[in-house]
């Protein structure tokens, strides 16, 4: 069983950056697709970024590139998003979740879901 906690959510003014992470724990996240989603008071929760863990090739949401990019740390389990070039409305909690390896980074069945982390942006 996998299960991951995401952390390095804030309070930011609009231009400001911030990375967060997703830490994994039960398993290693070799065979999978992780991604980071997240959703707006209001509004669906919605793709952002993606990775494949093994081969490293990512997918972005067109809102977010080139501010936004996901890496990993293969010997530490860990995934990251550095979010520059903040705005307010990139406010959202922000999940990282992870699945089994797929093509389509935004599509793929993601079934394993952290708690979250706030991400405010003021103007």
């Known amino acids: 069983q996998v299960q991951l906690v995401e952390s390095g959510g804030g309070l930011v003014q609009a231009g400001d950056s911030l990375r967060l992470s997703c830490a994994a724990s039960?398993?290693?996240?070799?065979?999978?697709?992780m991604g980071w989603f997240r959703q707006a008071p209001g509004k669906e929760r919605e793709f952002v970024a993606g990775?494949?863990?093994?081969?490293?090739?990512?997918g972005y949401a067109d809102s977010v590139k080139g501010r936004f990019t996901i890496s990993r740390d293969n010997a530490k389990n860990t995934m990251y998003l550095q979010m520059n070039s903040l705005k307010p409305e990139d406010t959202a909690v922000y999940y990282c979740?992870?699945?089994?390896?797929?093509?389509?980074?935004?599509?793929?069945?993601?079934?394993?879901w952290g708690q979250g982390t706030q991400v405010t942006v003021s103007s």
């Open positions: 990775i494949n863990w093994n081969v490293g090739r990512t």
């Open positions: 039960g398993r290693t996240l070799s065979g999978r697709v």
């Open positions: 979740a992870g699945g089994l390896a797929q093509f389509n980074l935004a599509t793929a069945r993601y079934d394993i």
